[in-house]
């Protein structure tokens, strides 16, 4: 059965129903095979969707441009530095303005209050491109990976190691939504925001999955099917960097914990990674990998997002 979307915006995996993020995936896994046959529909012909960035960006920035324009609407990238936000305008004042032009706002931002702001002040869907709190687009386009790598989500084991953060909130939605076993493992004092915790265990309790938080990593990567990490300092917090670095050391998705998981585990880092320092050049380059399925895969369930909520 198909939901509609039109006229929600996505700003956290939490808000939807696992029938309406399988009806995302299913989308996004039809408009790669159409996009594939060098069939691209023009499902937002003539439609215009600011893209706006308080923070840099390479694939967000970049596949949200290709997806808009593959979808038939023209990408307005709007930099924050020289918006007249930069001088003082508010975000509510920014939301009314933009929803008089576009037909949706697609934004990355430092707090996750702007993106309700801007959804709460303004009238058209607002999709968020990375807050403090979440990545959804980012999980949402790993999820559909992780089909196709192993043919379905539910009880698959997703181990994530490292800094309990934004993409580590999303996979926690966004694995106890589809019957997913997700174990995090963080230093102390780096563990995900409690209030996502209990979400996502409220969630895995009614799909059938389950959810482990721990301070051990290997704990967390046996019996894995997916191992997952993201850099230890996100943008933000770069100050932290060194200190963050010696904490977080025993966390590295190294070959060592690789080995300690299933044998046909893959690997996945929403990029960019810092070689090194989360992963090994030996892993993300290695047979387990699976970075730039997981980059591609932003661009089709994208299209799919924007062509079901805008
Ligand atoms: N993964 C991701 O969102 O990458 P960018 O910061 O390059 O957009
Ligand atoms: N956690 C990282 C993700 C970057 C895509 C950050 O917020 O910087």
């Not at 933009?98 to 931002?109: D, E, F, H, P, T």
């Not at 386009?141 to 993409?167: P, R």
Request: net charge negative.
């Amino acid at each position: 059965m198909s939901v509609s979307l039109k006229g929600r915006s996505f700003l956290t995996i939490k808000d939807f129903t696992k029938e309406e993020l399988e009806e995302i995936l299913a989308q996004g896994e039809r408009l790669k095979l159409d996009h594939y046959a060098g069939k691209d529909e023009k499902l937002l012909n003539g439609k215009s969707i600011g893209v706006i960035f308080e923070k840099p960006s390479t694939r967000t920035r970049v596949s949200f441009a290709v997806a808009i324009y593959q979808l038939g609407a023209q990408a307005l990238i709007l930099n924050t530095s020289n918006m007249q936000l930069k001088r003082g305008e508010t975000v509510a004042d920014t939301g009314r303005v933009l929803s008089r032009y576009l037909n949706g706002i697609v934004a990355r931002v430092y707090s996750h209050k702007t993106l309700e702001d801007l959804r709460d002040y303004g009238t058209v869907p607002v999709i968020n491109a990375l807050s403090d709190y979440t990545h959804p687009c980012q999980i949402m386009g790993d999820l559909l990976t992780i089909k196709e790598k192993k043919g379905h989500l539910e009880e698959i084991k997703i181990a994530y190691l490292g800094d309990g953060n934004n993409v580590c909130h999303s996979i926690l939605f966004g694995a106890s939504k589809f019957g997913m076993n997700v174990a995090v493992a963080t230093p102390k004092g780096y563990e995900p925001k409690r209030d996502v915790v209990k979400d996502a265990e409220r969630f895995a309790k009614e799909s059938g999955g389950s959810v482990l938080i721990t301070n051990d990593p290997e704990e967390a990567v046996k019996d894995a099917d997916v191992i997952y990490t993201d850099v230890w300092a996100s943008m933000g917090e770069e100050a932290e960097h060194d200190e963050r670095v010696k904490v977080m050391r025993p966390y590295q998705v190294n070959d060592s914990i690789v080995e300690k998981a299933k044998r046909e585990v893959i690997v996945m880092h929403c990029l960019p990674a810092h070689r090194g320092e989360e992963i090994t050049d030996s892993v993300i380059d290695g047979p387990h990998s699976v970075v730039f399925d997981q980059a591609e895969n932003r661009l089709h369930i994208q299209k799919a997002i924007l062509s079901l909520l805008i």
